[in-house]
C-alpha cells in the first residue's frame, strides 16, 4: 500500500532552521507532485509548499516566500522542506500530501501522519 513517512520536525527557537523529509512508498513517486501541509491549533490547514510532479514551477504560500524551500528527489522517492528563520507562527503539525499529475496539491491523493514543528520564542 502507499505510504508516506515525515520525519525531521522538532523545536527549535525563532531564527532557527529545520528540514522536513517525506519519503513515499507503494507509488510511482514521479507521477506525483508534492506537497507540505500544516496545520496549527484551531486552524484549518494550509497549503505551505508544492511542487509539480516535473519539478517546475514551486508553490509558496507569500508567508514562506523566501524562508522555505521545496525539492524533490525522484530517485530516492523523497521530498524535501527546508525551513529556515523560523517563526512561533509556523508552529504547526506538517503532513506531506501527494496527488497524481498535475501542478501542486489540492485534495491529495494521499497524506502522511504529520511530524511536529514547534518553534520556541
Known amino acids: 500500500q502507499v505510504q508516506l513517512v515525515e520525519s525531521g520536525g522538532g523545536l527549535v527557537q525563532a531564527g532557527g532552521s529545520l528540514r522536513l523529509s517525506c519519503v513515499a512508498s507503494g507509488l510511482t513517486f514521479r507521477w506525483y507532485s508534492m506537497g507540505w501541509i500544516r496545520q496549527a491549533p484551531g486552524k484549518e490547514r494550509e497549503l505551505v509548499a508544492s511542487i509539480s510532479y516535473t519539478g517546475d514551477n514551486p508553490y509558496y504560500r507569500d508567508s514562506v516566500k523566501g524562508r522555505f524551500s521545496i525539492s524533490r528527489y525522484n530517485a530516492k522517492n523523497t521530498v524535501y522542506l527546508q525551513m529556515n528563520s523560523l517563526k512561533t507562527e509556523d508552529t504547526a503539525v506538517y503532513y506531506c500530501?501527494?496527488?497524481?499529475?498535475?501542478?501542486?496539491?489540492?485534495?491529495?491523493?494521499?497524506w502522511g501522519q504529520g511530524t511536529q514543528v514547534t518553534v520556541s520564542s
Open positions: 500530501a501527494a496527488e497524481k499529475w498535475g501542478s501542486t496539491v489540492r485534495a491529495g491523493d494521499y
